[in-house]
């Protein structure tokens, strides 16, 4: 290996030598240059930039990064070189004999080596940094020369294509002369009679395709157009389906909003209806204040009247029993009168016991469901009882002074009875003020719950219609994708051309997405299926349109 490398730089620079020394020489004599010193600056200027890219080059493939470019470069100045060499050479003032032929070829022998040397040794660079890169076969030098028209061609292909198998490039060549001897046999050596897609071979060969990647291009492209179409109406189904169920999921944030408002008004009634009857309680228990407060003074007024009528009871009582001393029958009728007065203060007094037994009974019973109830009735009820504390005391300080009248017992237990019948209506009428609002706080709120129901029952019946329709669709695109893969196997059976095809395509589209209608399907759909332009658009609905005409039915 040291020993190439040390050959190729001695090769190098005797080339460098002599080129120096001839290009200088000719440079100064016959290029013009000045002086012999800027032809030899010119000559080292050209050495210098060939081996300068030279390292470059061979640099950049040690380090597998090869700089393909830079090697045309190298070889159009290697070229000038040489022919600078060779004109160095040339006779002056004569004819070219043949020797001079050959002294001009002579002085080009050595760089056109040195080139060669540096090519082999950046194949070899690229062999050893690269052992996995696939290796190019070189096209036999009889070839060149028996097939001289013939193996440019192959050349060319190979190295456009990157075919790097000589064998295989002769074995495509060979299927492709068969075939194309098939299609004469065929058609009887016509090939103009051939279709477009049998031609195929033929016109895609100097791009790389072998017979059969040739022939098989319509159904890859026709398959390739399909799952387009395929993608593009899953995308058209997604985006509607994705828009129903947006729809519907809107639909049921409306219903769920529309049952939390309604929800939310019925617990403002509830509680709107809760504060008026508390603001009736507190009017009726007002009022009853002032009713109170009225008796009262109505019955210290009749008190007031019953003391002074006593007054002048005493007066004539006084004088009864000064005329009792004289009328001793009198006296006995008094008795009996007081005897029997005696018996009705008992029989007043056990009323009163049972009445104030009945009182405290009803009292506690109205007390604990107006507790149960609502608390404010409760406080409504002692501001209420304050009242009627006052009116008692009032009530018993006139019934101390009516006292010649009736006397203290039965006047407490009437006014007693009186009062408990009067607490009783009261109670009752608050506790069914009470109970009133309860039901009513109740009936607001069974009727939240049925609205609730309602819009749960709504969202459901929407979720479950949506589904219904998902379905449904699922079906249609089930029938639809069955219809179309029974017409496809139908057409490759038929062994249609593309456009028939493509006619029959848009037929299935004005019958399923057109109601049969054909001037209902917008050419837009069909550039955006068939990827044709508006005339071809509106030449495959009219031929569609003619087909149906004709009983054409997937």
């Not at 660079?125 to 070189?138: F, G, H, L, T, Y």
Request: aromatic share 4%; proline share 3%; hydrophobic share 45%.
């Amino acid at each position: 290996m040291a020993a190439i490398v040390a050959a190729a730089l001695a090769l190098a620079g005797i080339g460098l030598y002599l080129s120096f020394a001839h290009v200088a020489s000719f440079a100064h004599t016959e290029l013009r240059f000045g002086t012999l010193n800027k032809g030899r600056l010119f000559a080292i200027g050209v050495d210098i930039g060939i081996m300068v890219m030279i390292a470059v080059d061979l640099v950049m493939a040690w380090l597998k990064r090869p700089i393909s470019w830079i090697r045309y470069p190298v070889w159009l100045l290697t070229a000038a070189t040489v022919v600078l060499n060779a004109a160095s050479g040339a006779p002056r003032g004569r004819a070219w004999q043949l020797m001079d032929y050959l002294a001009a070829g002579a002085h080009g022998v050595v760089p056109v080596l040195f080139i060669m040397v540096v090519e082999v040794g950046r194949d070899s660079i690229d062999r050893i940094v690269r052992p996995d890169q696939a290796e190019r076969d070189s096209i036999p030098l009889i070839r060149w020369v028996l097939a001289p028209i013939a193996t440019p061609r192959i050349y060319r292909r190979m190295r456009l294509w990157g075919i790097t198998s000589y064998p295989e490039m002769v074995r495509r060549d060979q299927e492709l002369i068969a075939y194309e001897q098939w299609l004469k046999r065929k058609y009887d050596g016509d090939l103009s009679q051939a279709t477009e897609d049998e031609r195929l071979p033929m016109t895609m060969a100097p791009y790389g395709y072998t017979v059969a990647e040739a022939l098989a291009m319509p159904d890859q492209q026709e398959q390739a157009a399909a799952e387009r179409d395929e993608e593009a109406e899953r995308s058209r189904r997604d985006a509607k389906t994705r828009k129903i169920q947006a729809e519907k999921k809107a639909e049921g944030e409306r219903a769920r909003a529309q049952g939390a408002l309604d929800a939310e008004l019925a617990q403002i009634k509830g509680e709107t209806g809760q504060a008026q009857a508390h603001a009736r309680a507190q009017v009726s228990a007002a009022e009853r204040a002032a009713e109170l407060e009225q008796e009262a003074l109505e019955t210290a007024v009749i008190a007031e009247a019953r003391a002074r009528q006593a007054e002048a009871e005493r007066k004539e009582s006084g004088e009864l029993k000064a005329r009792a001393a004289a009328d001793l029958e009198k006296a006995g009728l008094e008795r009996q009168a007081a005897e029997q007065r005696r018996t009705a203060a008992e029989a007043d007094k056990v009323a009163a016991a049972e009445a104030g037994a009945i009182e405290t009974e009803r009292i506690a019973q109205a007390r604990k469901a107006t507790a149960a109830a609502d608390l404010e009735a409760a406080r409504l009820e002692r501001a209420a009882a304050e009242k009627r504390k006052e009116a008692a005391e009032a009530d018993r300080v006139a019934a101390a002074e009516a006292q010649a009248i009736e006397t203290q017992a039965i006047a407490e237990a009437r006014k007693a009875a009186a009062e408990a019948d009067r607490r009783a209506a009261e109670t009752e009428k608050a506790a069914a003020e009470t109970r009133r609002a309860a039901a009513e706080a109740d009936r607001k709120k069974a009727e939240e719950e049925r609205l609730q129901e309602a819009a749960v029952t709504d969202i459901a019946r929407a979720q479950k219609e949506a589904a219904e329709a998902e379905r449904a669709a699922a079906e249609t695109r089930r029938v639809a994708a069955e219809i179309e893969r029974c017409a496809v196997e139908a057409e490759d059976a038929a062994k249609l051309s593309p456009r028939e095809r493509a006619v029959r395509k848009v037929a299935r589209m004005i019958l399923t997405s057109a109601a049969g209608v054909a001037s209902q399907l917008p050419l837009a759909d069909i550039q955006r299926v068939l990827e044709v332009s508006p005339g071809t658009a509106s030449e495959y609905r009219q031929e569609a349109a003619e087909l149906l005409a004709g009983g054409y039915r997937p």
